[in-house]
Each structure stands twice: as structure tokens, then as C-alpha cells.
T-cell receptor
Framework: GDSVTQMEGPVTLSEEAFLTINCTYT??????LFWYVQYPGEGLQLLLK?????DKGSNKGFEATYRKETTSFHLEKGSVQVSDSAVYFC??????????????FGSGTQLTVLP | GAGVSQSPSNKVTEKGKDVELRCDPI?????LYWYRQSLGQGLEFLIY????????KSGLPSDRFSAERTGGSVSTLTIQRTQQEDSAVYLC???????????FGPGTRLTVL
């Protein structure tokens, strides 16, 4: 079945540091890939997505590139801010016939950015 | 516009009681999903509704869990005879058919004592 493996947390960085959160996946067919973010006390929000190989999703300074050859979708940001402190979830969705199109999530990575 | 809303935001109940959780999807979204977020299991899919089709219940953990969606809009997730392991945050999401990006509500935190 489909699965997502993401970097174990927690991750603690200083402000303006470079961020990478690794995400790899296993899927039948050709999945769409997503990063969701959950800020403290809030619900899940879509951060970015990519629907086919070599697509790059980007939003709020975050980027992730759909790498089919390595089955990866690593999240990066060049300079993190304290306000980026949150839990980040990598997810995939396959569109196989009859599927519910539900998201399959990784376990989440807690990011804390210190001033 | 308005996002996905859920009620109540918090629910504390005693073991063995029944609970109902409500989800109001984004207007015009035909697909509705329920997920559960718990410490031990992460984010798990529970059930999916698409238009007037029969729901996909493949993620429901036991027959104590059921859900309905009335008029293609509001959905209710019912847990009968709650157990302590049902304690979790229950998330609802909705989407259009295409694109299928799912938008999540704030969740209902259920605590079973």
C-alpha cells in the first residue's frame, strides 16, 4: 500500500538557518504530493503541492520538488523565521480507479525556530 | 469565503457514551473526508463521501464508528460506546472533484475518560 516516510523530529533551528525536511514515498501509480503545516492550536493548512514529476511547489518561501527517480519530495526553506515553528506533514494522494482519493500522511516533523 | 467548520471544538465524554461530531464543508465542495489524528497513530483516513455515491468506509476502525452526510453537505461522525483509545482529534476536510485539494477544518478534540 501507499506510505510516506518523513524525517523524524523534533528539529530545532536558529532564525535565518536553512531548513530541509526529508520526505520519501511508496505508491502505486502516479501520486500527487503535498506538504501540510499545522501551527500551534490551529488546523492543517496546505503549504504546497506538486502533481507530476519534476514539478516544484512553492509557497511562503518554502519549496519542494517532485523527484520520481528518488521517490522524494523534500521540503526546503532558505531562511526560517520564528513564525515557521509548526508541525509539517508530507502527504500523497493516488488517483487509482475506485480509490477514495484520501491523503496518506507521514508522521509529521515538529520544527522549532529560536530567535 | 468560509472554510470548513467543525463542532464542537472540544468534547469530553465518559467511556461507554455515544458522541456525535459535526462537519460543515466549504460550500460547493462535493467531496468530504474524515480523518483522525492521534499520538500513537498519526493521521489516519476514516471515511469519504463523494456526491450522492455510497461512502467509502474502508478506514473506519470498528463498527462503533459511523458517519452520514445529509443533502450532500453537512456530515456527522458518530462514535458509539466510546473507548479510551478513541481519544484523538477528529479532522474533517472537503474538496471539489477537480482539483482535488483538500481543505481541513480545525478539528474536534475528543477525550474519553
Amino acid at each position: 500500500g501507499d506510505s510516506v516516510t518523513q524525517m523524524e523530529g523534533p528539529v530545532t533551528l536558529s532564525e535565518e538557518a536553512f531548513l530541509t525536511i526529508n520526505c520519501t514515498y511508496t505508491a502505486t501509480g502516479y501520486p500527487s504530493l503535498f506538504w501540510y503545516v499545522q501551527y500551534p492550536g490551529e488546523g492543517l493548512q496546505l503549504l504546497l503541492k506538486a502533481t507530476k514529476a519534476d514539478d516544484k511547489g512553492s509557497n511562503k518561501g518554502f519549496e519542494a520538488t517532485y523527484r520520481k527517480e528518488t521517490t522524494s519530495f523534500h521540503l526546503e526553506k532558505g531562511s526560517v523565521q520564528v513564525s515557521d515553528s509548526a508541525v509539517y506533514f508530507c502527504a500523497l494522494r493516488t488517483l487509482s480507479s475506485g480509490s477514495a482519493r484520501q491523503l496518506t500522511f507521514g508522521s509529521g516533523t515538529q520544527l522549532t525556530v529560536l530567535p | 469565503g468560509a472554510g470548513v467548520s467543525q463542532s464542537p471544538s472540544n468534547k469530553v465524554t465518559e467511556k461507554g457514551k455515544d458522541v456525535e461530531l459535526r462537519c460543515d464543508p466549504i460550500s460547493g465542495h462535493t467531496a468530504l473526508y474524515w480523518y483522525r489524528q492521534s499520538l500513537g497513530q498519526g493521521l489516519e483516513f476514516l471515511i469519504y463521501f463523494q456526491g450522492n455515491s455510497a461512502p467509502d468506509k474502508s478506514g473506519l476502525p470498528s463498527d462503533r464508528f459511523s458517519a452520514e452526510r445529509t443533502g450532500g453537505s453537512v456530515s456527522t461522525l458518530t462514535i458509539q460506546r466510546t473507548q479510551q483509545e478513541d481519544s484523538a482529534v477528529y479532522l474533517c476536510a472537503s474538496s471539489q472533484s477537480e482539483p482535488n485539494t483538500q481543505y481541513f477544518g480545525p478539528g474536534t478534540r475528543l477525550t474519553v475518560l
